[in-house]
């Protein structure tokens, strides 16, 4: 490669891009898919990428081809679906929304639009979009419109033919505003915008309305996106075969006179357009237990008409052992919560991952990642799997990006979530038998990311994934947020309740030094004011949101010799049943627990009298709950109960889900 001139950045995508492909043709055992790319150009003006001579067809292989010589290297028999697609396949006038945004040149990809993407310099207005209700757009602030694409009434018709069937039968068999209600889902994800709805918690009917609408559009995306290619690959090999016919009457150079002399027009024709990414993986849907990833192989696969293959081995790994009972959903009605129960019924591993790639006679489960063509993980799942192979190519031409249950991926470890987001839409580092001259302009550019959508849904909202929302997603489509106006949390009336604000400083207001100036105020002020109280030094209960925060405050304890006792998500169900006692028993002053506990767990723990949350938590049942335990005691009044909460700038989106909309701007400020 020649040396890079001074003003090169040899970390820009045009650099990384050329040592691909030079590291790619040095190895022996890669197919030559580049070698049209990186041979010398020829004497006039420079030539079209993906442009080819006629007389140089032959030697060329059609992606199809590659895919048929690396799959039997690895001694796998290739199923003939994609090939009996390809026939007769024809590309409808119902993927001009895709094209127009995932074509070859999408005139939304702008150098202004991207800049403004990255500066964050968004246009932001309320709407309303259909029965769903009022979302916050934001589109970039160089774009010729502040509104978006959406029509609710057209999308079920825009639709892939192979799915309107399945979609007009579930919308005939729902009520009124639930069909409503999918319409107007399918017809905003069919914007190709950005989509965050972090307020489905209490509504399980809208949460399966989103996921069922995200999977037909994930399908529908695929199915265009495969559509092309097949079509494109039938026009090659038709070309192929007619250059084979050809070279039978004569030699390659009579081949090329006759068709330099059908004139321009037939050149042109010959042109392929680009239609690739550089891999296949093209829909990447993140969920957080093998339980809810196989919701979502359901209503794929009720999608999509057709046979399921490895559906009983899917149905087998992703659900409960044969002959385990699930003591949540056995278990009778009213003793557990019913979101508990929605959420951690079920095969509740937290690691897996599952490709899947789509046929001519349905879908096929657990293909390779590189032939697949949605892949279905857990953010751990998926951590692992590229650690182990130290390698993320099959991340790089991601176009469709759904999290569902966000919220409970934050209550694993968001870490592994912002680690799979980091990786999404990166240059490969290595080539994987891609033919470049049919990859699309803007992957070459390192453009994707702003091409891709990504669908995030949630039970509520965190500082974590408005930061994701904000920071991480350059759609130059734009994107919206679900609003929602809160009312105050239930709570035992007369129950004494004081809101503590930080006080107002610097370090309340950054994120980095926050936690420090919460600790300083919770263990300079707040707990040695309950410690000197006779009456509230006992059966008292601290609750922490935050792992870290709970990590220290345990630790402040142990070093201030308190008697205490401590429930974490970690720990075995006899220390559980232990602390549990102790605290009852009154053995015990002090109770420390943390949300993740209550989340994983949710029991009634009883002796509770006065109550401290070190901040608001994140989920408002866990402090509706907290303030219900004391009255699980018989005997006990509501002036017998104190409750004081922490809460500074940085606690909004969670105090106000507890207090509500109108009270939250008063609190934050200061008032008691």
């Known amino acids: ?70 799959k039997s290297e690895k001694g796998e028999s290739e199923s003939e679906d994609e090939e009996d697609q390809a026939q007769g396949t024809e590309v409808s006038d119902t993927d001009s929304a895709y094209k127009f945004h995932f074509g070859p040149s999408p005139s939304i990809l702008t150098d202004p639009a991207r800049t403004s993407t990255l500066e964050r310099t968004w246009t932001t207005t309320t709407q309303t979009y259909g029965a769903l209700g009022q979302f916050a757009s934001s589109m970039p602030s160089t774009a010729s419109s502040t509104g978006s694409s959406f029509d609710d009434a057209t999308a079920s018709e825009r639709l892939h033919a192979r799915l309107r069937p399945t979609w007009s039968n579930h919308l005939s068999n729902l009520p009124p505003k639930s069909r409503s209600q999918h319409s107007s889902a399918l017809g905003l994800l069919a914007s190709r915008e950005d989509v965050y709805h972090p307020h489905l918690a209490g509504n399980v009917v809208l949460h399966e309305t989103w996921r069922r609408s995200a999977a037909a559009h994930g399908l529908d995306h695929v199915l265009k996106k495969s559509d092309i290619v097949l079509a494109n690959n039938k026009k090659l090999k038709a070309r192929e075969e007619k250059l084979k016919k050809g070279s039978k009457k004569g030699d390659a150079k009579d081949v090329e006179k006759d068709d330099a002399a059908k004139g321009k027009d037939a050149v042109e024709e010959e042109e392929i357009e680009p239609d690739q990414g ?67 019924s079920g095969n509740v591993d937290d690691s897996f991952r599952l490709g899947l790639r789509l046929t001519k006679r349905g879908m096929k489960a657990f293909t390779e ?14 951590r692992l799997a590229i650690e182990k192979a130290k390698n993320h190519d099959f991340l790089s031409s991601i176009e469709l990006c759904v999290l569902d249950q966000t919220d409970v991926m934050r209550m694993q470890n968001w870490e592994h979530v912002q680690f799979v987001m980091s990786k999404l839409n990166e240059l490969p580092k290595e080539s994987h038998e891609t033919d470049f ?81 919460r600790f300083n ?96 938590p994140a989920h408002p049942q866990c402090y509706a709950e907290f303030v219900a335990y004391p009255f699980s005691d018989k005997d006990v009044q509501p002036e017998d109960v104190t409750v004081r909460l922490v809460a500074g700038r940085l606690d909004a989106l969670a105090l106000e889900r507890i207090v509500g909309s109108k009270a939250v701007g008063g609190l934050i400020s200061g008032a008691r």
């Open 521 to 616: 105020f919770v263990t300079t002020q707040v707990l040695p004011t309950m410690l000197k109280s006779a009456v509230q030094s006992s059966g008292a209960c601290v609750v922490v949101p935050d792992s870290l925060d709970f990590v220290r405050v345990q630790n402040w304890f142990r070093k201030q010799e308190l008697s205490h006792a401590t429930l974490s998500e970690y720990a075995t169900g006899p220390e559980i049943s232990r602390a549990r006692q102790a605290f009852f028993a009154g053995k015990k002053n002090w109770l420390v627990v943390s949300e993740r506990f209550w989340f994983y767990h949710r029991y009634t723990l009883r002796g509770i009298r006065h109550l401290l949350f070190y901040a608001p």
């Open 278 to 344: 550089f891999t296949r993986p093209a829909l990447l849907i993140l969920t957080p237990f093998r339980a809810q990833a196989l919701k979502w192989l359901s209503t794929l696969s009720s999608s999509l008409p057709g046979k399921i293959e490895g559906e009983d081995r899917y149905k087998r790994e992703f659900g409960l052992p044969e002959g385990a009972s699930d003591k949540l959903k056995d278990a009778p009605r009213g003793t557990y919560a019913e979101d508990h129960v929605e959420m951690l």
């Open 437 to 517: 001259g049919r990859v699309k302009p803007w992957y070459l550019d390192g453009h994707a990311a702003h091409l891709r959508q990504t669908i995030i849904l949630s039970r509520h909202e965190t500082p974590e994934m408005r930061a994701l929302y904000n920071k991480t997603l350059k759609n130059v489509a734009g994107k919206v947020r679900a609003v929602k106006r809160y009312s105050a949390v239930r709570v035992p009336e007369g129950v004494d309740t004081q809101f503590l604000a930080l006080p107002p400083s610097s370090s309340t207001t950054n994120p980095v030094s926050e936690p420090d100036a």
């Open 369 to 382: 990642f590189y032939s697949s063509d949605i892949l279905i993980a857990s953010p751990l799942g998926l």
């Open 1 to 70: 490669m020649a040396p890079l001139m001074p003003s090169e950045d040899p970390n820009s995508p045009k650099t990384r891009l050329l040592t691909l492909l030079n590291v790619s043709a040095s190895r022996s055992n890669k197919k030559r898919c580049i070698d049209a790319v990186l041979q010398p150009e020829e004497s006039g003006p420079r030539k079209k990428l993906n442009a080819r001579k006629t007389a140089a067809v032959v030697e060329e292989k059609t992606t199809q081809d590659v895919e048929e010589e690396r």
